[in-house]
């Protein structure tokens, strides 16, 4: 089993290539306040299926390129 993120397409300018936003929630350590973290993800989309602003499923694999270390596996929305 690969590690699979759920996340939101941010850019698709780059070919075979679309940015991703993955959100978490943590808890601050000292304060117990829940906050947002984020990060940003280069995704391997071969057939450039995906569009601005889709919610899609990732997953990593063997790395692509110097940045690409996750393909897109499914669009949820």
Do not use: F, N
């Not at 993800?41 to 450039?48: F, K, Q």
Request: charged share 40%; with cysteine.
């Amino acid at each position: 089993m690969r590690k699979r993120l759920e996340g939101k397409v941010i850019s698709d300018k780059q070919q075979k290539t679309r940015v991703v936003i993955v959100e978490k929630i943590v808890q601050h350590k000292l304060y117990k306040k829940y906050i947002r973290r984020h990060t940003r993800l280069a995704c391997h989309d071969p057939l450039e299926i995906t569009k601005l602003g889709d919610k899609v499923i990732i997953e990593a694999t063997r790395p692509l390129s110097r940045t690409k270390h996750w393909r897109i596996v499914k669009v949820v929305k």
